[in-house]
């Protein structure tokens, strides 16, 4: 009992101990809300220098190979974007990345001139990681490509960490490329006269991405050009909109060439395969294509508008069509 016949107040000789434990829970809130802060800060600075480093190299590139056959951008709309969030304050991280093509003429000894194409994506890291590139030419066999893209790689590992690097890596490019190449296939190929060029036979196949393809005279356009040109695909409408087609190089060319200039929110080819004919016969064309003809197909058609696929069902299309690889390189997850 205290003084006066009161009892005593228990917790009385630990209230000051609450108080500063309080008192220290909050400073550490506030350190660790300091410190997100300056996390976030510094975060959004590094990937402002990040897009400042790329907007910076491809206007480079830009002013050393003014012409498109040199140096192409396919995607300008994710360009604009990126000089947006060079630009801006508030960081905000572009929808996709920047994708261009170099093409490359390495002399190859004993053969006439050739040329390789660097397909090319900018990670929102770049420089800070590699960027990625693919080298592609008629010439090499899928086991030198391959061969090619890994050295590649790993020079760029080795030599170019963390700085801007696509000179470096287009001249690698123009200085080792050719001596992937067969001997032989290279002068059966490419040492033959001007009238012989002319009648070379290339098979192409396009992977077109939209943001969409509601339109009807669009989707019409489509498949009339397609049947004018005589190329086979698919277009499928909605929300992405994804078209294929395939044919003559000449022909695929002249289709993109039409679609492209129609009014599109964003367009663009993901992916393109091109394939030398020996023969270049109309039975050696035939063999190489994976559609019949150029049809629109829907997949379970849904949402709101009705303008949404069951991208499931359009895996399962692409798989029976021997093109499954071709779904994680439009939606960068794998099929199923």
Known sequence: ???????????????????????????????AACWKREGTEAAEMASREEAEAQVSELDLLSSMFPREEEFLVTDPLA??????????????VPSSKVQFILNVKPEVPGALMVEFSMVCALPFKYPTVPPEITVRSPLLSRSQQIQLNSDLKTYLMQNCSGEPCMLSAREWVKDHASAYIDRELSTSSVMTSNTTQSEDVVFTRLWIYS????????RKNIIEWAKELSLSGFCMPGKPGVVCVEGLQSNCEEFWSRVRRLTWKRILIRHREDVSLEGGGHAEIQKQRKFSALEEKCFDAHGPRGNHMDLGQLYQFLENKGCADIFQMYFGVEGH
Do not use: D, W
């Open 1 to 31: 009992m205290a003084a006066g016949g009161s009892p005593a107040r228990t917790g009385s000789a630990t209230s000051p101990q609450r108080r500063a434990t309080v008192t220290g829970c909050r400073a550490y809130f506030r350190r």
């Open 79 to 92: 360009l604009a974007e990126l000089k947006l969030s060079a630009e801006s304050e508030a960081t905000e």
């Open 211 to 218: 943001h969409h393809i509601y339109n009807k005279q669009k």
